[in-house]
């Protein structure tokens, strides 16, 4: 499924392609700064960081900080302020399907089968009927949803919609999968089930994935790396490594250390001062 | 044998509200008996002498004229004037909808002429122009705002996630139109034919009375109504009414049709 041949179509636009554990998105110095009328208000604040190819990088952060802010920058839906982002050597200055984005309210057009949602960015693309058939069928079974490709989407449950917005992204072999909250609007059991179906994804690939979301525990569940954010204006208050391999016991004494300890930064950083 | 109402039965639940529609209907035509021998007035008949009149009018025609020549030119003029609205605010709503600019541009022109009740352009129409075309630009008036704001306010209306989502898809500004923004619009153009339908055959029957040699039921009633002929009158009224809901039924079929087929019930 998920073999050689899906990564050559990757690098076909005369990038040099990268391999696993290479740096592979680079972030410098990114602000952003709304400003209406005359009053500005800072969401980032001088936040770089490289990404390695095939990691899974989670931001987490107070509510509110500007997590989603960075994610819409990376996708190209947003313009910084100043900073510059590259994700395989390209600067993301327009959105396009080599940065891949699954939504937390799911964004399926409901007019739209299963399928026919996997096959939008190809239809637009303007690859053949055939092949566009064959590319989302295999993906559709990566998520698990043979059974469903022909149905609609508003006869499909929450984790269903999710995994129809995963495979519609997947499938134009994107760099780097933003994934904004994805999970938000599960409940805590189609959660768990979601995140280890994530993760049978990352074994199967090298997929590179920057993963916003409010669970702690997700993040920890989940992450080579996590980005702790500070309050509004976001700056990098920590980045955490973890090597262990997954899945990973939510009950091992490692894990819930390390998950207090995000929540106790994050605690102080939601205390109201302002 | 004794019979059980049961609300999870969707045979009972129509056969309930079928029985509701009946009394309803019984009650209107004993009220309307009551209040016409009460009247004791020749312009309101009793329910039997327009029944009688109706069939006569079904059967026989009105001056020379069949019941279906009257009842096709109303439905004609109708048709034409709701596909010359159609064609026009559709692909208008969706660009509008499309371009701050455009939209701009065009409001003001719009938000002066919409409020001008589509019957008051009727004399202009049938006098200045001609008594063919004018009924039907009167339609044409009535159902073309009604379905333009609805198309405007469809594509103002669609989720901002799916534009995003269309964006990050690699969606030209091309394939936005087409692919995000036409469809999602569908559902609120379809409740636009439903109101401009309603509103267009208001306008029909009363943009026909202008008309000194129509065939139009406008023409019609009126020219029954200068008569005296009040059962007759009262037989065109059944017989618009039912046109009216006719056309309104057949609208609100297609809309839920639509949503449906768009998932978006």
């Not at chain 1, 680079?26 to 209406?36: A, D, G, Q, V, W």
């Not at chain 2, 202009?124 to 122009?129: A, D, L, R, S």
């Not at chain 2, 409740?191 to 509103?199: A, S, T």
């Not at chain 2, 065939?215 to 005296?228: A, E, L, T």
């Amino acid at each position: 499924m998920f073999d050689g041949s899906n990564k050559e179509q990757t690098s076909d636009k005369g990038s040099v392609s990268y391999a696993e554990g290479e740096d592979f998105i680079h972030i410098e110095n990114l602000s952003k700064t709304y400003k209406r009328d005359d009053s500005e208000t800072v969401a980032i604040e001088d936040f770089s960081i490289n990404i390695k190819k095939g990691e899974l990088i989670s931001i987490v952060g107070p509510s509110g900080c500007g997590k989603t802010t960075i994610l819409r920058m990376i996708a190209g839906l947003l313009e910084p302020t100043s900073g510059t982002i590259t994700v395989a050597g390209h600067p993301c200055d327009k959105p396009g399907p080599d940065r891949g984005m699954v939504f937390q309210d799911f964004a399926l057009m409901p007019w739209r089968s299963v399928i026919k949602n996997v096959e939008l960015g190809m239809e637009m693309a303007g690859v053949p009927k055939e092949e566009r058939r064959k590319r989302a069928e295999e993906y559709i079974s990566i998520v698990g949803l043979e059974k469903f490709k022909d149905a609609r989407i508003n006869e499909l449950s929450g984790g269903m919609k999710q995994r129809v917005g995963i495979a519609r992204a997947l499938v134009n072999h994107p760099d780097v999968l933003l994934m904004d909250e994805p999970f938000g609007a599960l409940d805590a059991q189609t959660r768990n089930l979601m995140q280890a179906g994530l993760i049978k994804i990352l074994d199967k690939t090298d997929q590179t994935i920057i993963f916003i979301t409010h669970s702690v525990d997700e993040a920890v569940y989940l992450s080579d790396r996590i980005v702790v954010l500070t309050k509004r204006p976001a700056k990098i208050k920590e980045i955490i490594e973890i090597p262990w391999p997954r899945p990973r016991d939510r009950a091992s004494p490692d894990f819930t250390a390390l998950r207090k300890h995000i929540l106790d930064e994050l605690e102080k950083e939601n205390v109201l001062d302002d | 044998m004794s019979f059980k109402y049961d609300k999870n039965n969707k045979y009972h639940r129509l056969g309930k509200n079928a029985l509701i529609v009946v009394v309803s209907l019984t009650v209107f035509v004993l009220a309307w008996w009551v209040v016409s021998i009460l009247a004791h007035s020749t312009v309101i008949p009793t329910p039997i002498k327009t029944f009688d009149a109706l069939i006569s009018f079904l059967q026989d025609g009105y001056l020379g004229i069949s019941a279906g020549r009257y009842i096709s030119a109303s439905l004609t003029l109708f048709l034409k004037g709701f596909l010359l609205a159609f064609v026009l605010a559709v692909p208008l709503g969706l660009i509008l909808g499309f371009s701050k600019s455009l939209n701009t541009f065009v409001t003001p022109i719009i938000e002066v002429l919409r409020p001008i009740a589509p019957m008051a352009w009727a004399p202009v129409f049938i006098y200045g122009i001609s008594y063919d075309t004018g009924p039907m630009l009167v339609v044409f008036i009535g159902i073309f705002f009604p379905l333009l704001t609805n198309v405007i306010f469809g594509v103002k209306k669609i989720d901002p996630s799916l534009v995003d989502a269309a964006l990050t898809l690699g969606a030209s500004k091309f394939h936005l139109f087409t692919k995000v923004m036409a469809p999602s619009a569908i559902p609120y153009i379809m409740n636009g034919i439903k109101v401009g339908l309603g509103v267009g055959w208001m306008c029909i029957v009363a943009a026909e009375m202008y008309n000194p040699r129509g065939f139009g039921v406008g023409y019609c009633i009126s020219d029954m109504c200068f008569n005296g002929l009040w059962p007759s009158t009262f037989a065109m009224l059944i017989i618009i009414a039912a046109l009216g809901i006719l056309t309104t039924s057949l609208a609100e079929y297609l809309q839920k049709y639509v949503s449906k087929r768009m998932g978006v019930e």
